[in-house]
């Protein structure tokens, strides 16, 4: 098994072309623009994302400084199975999903990539199986919520994070705190003493495992990895997103289109290409998971009402007004059609081929007119870019979806651009 997130890519063609460049038709819903190629976190049918509103002094990249927030996990799931890699079997109710959705909406309000995300879960499965503990050694700390009580040194919470080291015992109660105080960093609460994650250099070229000892010190140093694949289940299974009063943040939830293991091809931007019918100003970005990309499971990437399901496009309108729309997918091959609601994560079907395209791949498109939302009306239009004026209205997908602190490809290894 790996030890690393890192997924292997076979070498694939040098990129796949979507062939749209079609002018507007009469419908105005069909607008078309701005390809979004997600970061690949394993997302598994049914299971939708989660509202996770960010407590911080700052916000991670693509969230607006300054802003006031609060945190809570929510999980839509009621049970995950889960196993080490030596066949140990656990099942997770909605206490521990809860908690595994507050520590990944702390790290991605603090930028920690994927891999980073894991090791945090992989650390909170071996040390409290996800549960918030109390320590009958540390009377005090009975009086805080909690899952379950313990009694090694003087450790508490999800992470056993010890009170003699860690920090004040009523902040480390605190789930959000103890996830920041894990992940450390610039924004740590204990500026590097002891050291979170963070803090490690050269902690995202480490084995999971050995990362997670660095932060831990634990008398057992093996522990962490028989919980890899496990880790893996729980991101896919509940994530979250930053939800923040004022402007310059998003409210509302998004989600990954693809499982693990996929490339982004043709870019946003200018292009070279000659399949027939196809612009030269490429208003999307797309990806694929090469060699045998076709019939992947597509997902929502964010929540919303679908408004329309031609021969080429699916389009979801989100409660803000903006519009999401996938190309590509038959629309026999379809799990959803106009006037659906659907949720963040849920399978809407699969990835398709249809023309005009050069090869089995996914599309997705943002058109910011008529959003709600102050952050998204603030993004820079295409055509502010130099795209022709049919593409009005359409933004950036990596810049649109840094406002929910999601990275669409991370510089760790875990997604590749052609």
């Not at 911080?56 to 890699?85: D, F, N, P, Y």
């Not at 003699?164 to 105080?181: F, H, I, N, R, V």
Request: with cysteine; proline share 7%; glycine share 12%.
């Amino acid at each position: 098994m790996s030890t690393t997130l890192d997924r292997p890519v076979d070498a694939g063609p040098a990129g796949v072309d979507d062939g749209v460049g079609e002018t507007p038709a009469s419908r105005k819903v069909i607008l078309w623009v701005v390809a979004i190629v997600l970061v690949p976190v394993a997302i598994f049918a049914g299971y939708t994302m989660f509202v996770v509103m960010l407590l911080g002094s700052s916000m991670g990249a693509g969230s607006g400084s300054g802003s006031q927030c609060t945190t809570t996990g929510s999980a839509s799931t009621s049970s995950l199975a889960v196993q080490t890699t030596g066949g140990s079997k656990r099942t997770l109710g909605t206490t521990e999903l809860n908690h595994a959705a507050t520590i990944l909406a702390v790290a991605q309000s603090l930028g920690v990539s994927v891999k980073g995300q894991q090791i945090a879960i992989m650390t909170a499965l071996q040390e409290s199986g996800l549960k918030m503990y109390a320590n009958s050694t540390v009377p005090a700390s009975l009086n805080y919520p909690h899952d379950a009580v313990g009694s090694d040194h003087d450790s508490v919470n999800f992470f056993q994070q010890r009170v003699s080291g860690w920090g004040k015992l009523e902040d480390l109660m605190d789930p959000t705190y103890a996830a920041k105080a894990f992940f450390g960093g610039p924004e740590g609460p204990n500026q590097g003493t002891p050291r979170g994650l963070l803090d490690i250099p050269g902690w995202e070229s480490m084995p999971l495992g050995e990362a997670a000892q660095k932060v831990q010190v634990s008398a057992f140093p093996d522990a962490y990895d028989k919980w890899e694949t496990a880790a893996q289940q729980v991101i896919g299974a509940v994530s979250g997103s930053i939800s923040c009063g004022g402007s310059g943040t998003v409210i509302g939830k998004a989600a990954y289109p693809l499982a693990p293991g996929y490339q982004m091809t043709s870019g946003y931007g200018p292009r070279n290409i000659n399949i027939p019918g196809t612009s030269t100003w490429h208003p999307a970005l797309d990806f694929q998971r090469w060699p045998n990309p076709c019939g992947d499971p597509v997902y929502a990437t964010l929540p919303g009402t679908v408004t329309l399901s031609s021969a080429l496009f699916l389009t979801i309108r989100h409660p803000d007004g903006f519009l999401v729309e996938y190309l590509h997918m038959y629309k026999s091959q379809r799990l959803v059609d106009v006037g659906d609601t659907v949720q963040a994560g849920q399978q809407i079907g699969v990835v398709g081929n249809v023309p005009p395209s050069s090869g089995c791949h996914l599309d997705i498109r943002i058109n910011k007119n008529g959003t709600t939302n102050q952050a998204v009306a603030q993004l820079r239009d295409a055509t502010a870019l130099g795209a022709p004026a049919q593409y009005a209205g359409y933004v950036e997908p990596e810049e649109f979806f840094r406002l929910y602190g999601l990275e669409l490809c991370p510089a760790d290894g875990s997604c590749r651009r052609l």
